[in-house]
């Protein structure tokens, strides 16, 4: 059975920092890992997601430059640095994997119904 667990999150205020962690389980070579945020009354958008077979990534408009997502290989880790945090980014995240290589197809790493294993979920609170 797959799972996926996040860690991080919290309360920050504008202009600071969060990191968040997801681990998904059992291993799996190849595979998509985006990070996803819903805030109350709006739609489950992707910001940031890799493909970890050859580290292709993608980021939401509203947060390249700011979000940088990486694989940790030794730990089969994805973390999602977030810096130059905004009270908008305040939502709850969420970590999705999709097992294998077609979700690295164009458009489809950002894209909710690529993914089919989520974790329960992680707030973020930005406060100005």
């Known amino acids: 059975q797959v799972q996926v667990v996040e860690s991080g999150g919290g309360s920050v205020q504008a202009g600071g920092s969060l990191k968040l962690s997801c681990k998904v389980s059992?291993?799996?070579?190849?595979?998509?890992i985006t990070w996803f945020r819903q805030a109350p009354g709006k739609e489950r958008e992707g910001v940031a997601g890799i493909y970890t077979g050859d580290l292709t990534s993608e980021y939401s408009d509203s947060v390249k430059g700011r979000f940088t997502i990486s694989h940790d290989n030794a730990k089969d880790t994805v973390s999602l640095l977030m810096n130059s945090l905004k009270p908008e980014d305040t939502a709850m995240y969420y970590c999705?994997?999709?097992?294998?290589?077609?979700?690295?197809?164009?458009?489809?790493?950002?894209?909710?119904?690529?993914?089919?294993?989520w974790g329960q979920g992680t707030q973020v609170t930005v406060s100005s």
């Open positions: 999705a994997a999709y097992l294998g290589i077609s979700c690295r197809a164009s458009g489809r790493i950002l894209a909710t119904p690529t993914y089919n294993f």
């Open positions: 059992p291993y799996t070579d190849s595979k998509c």
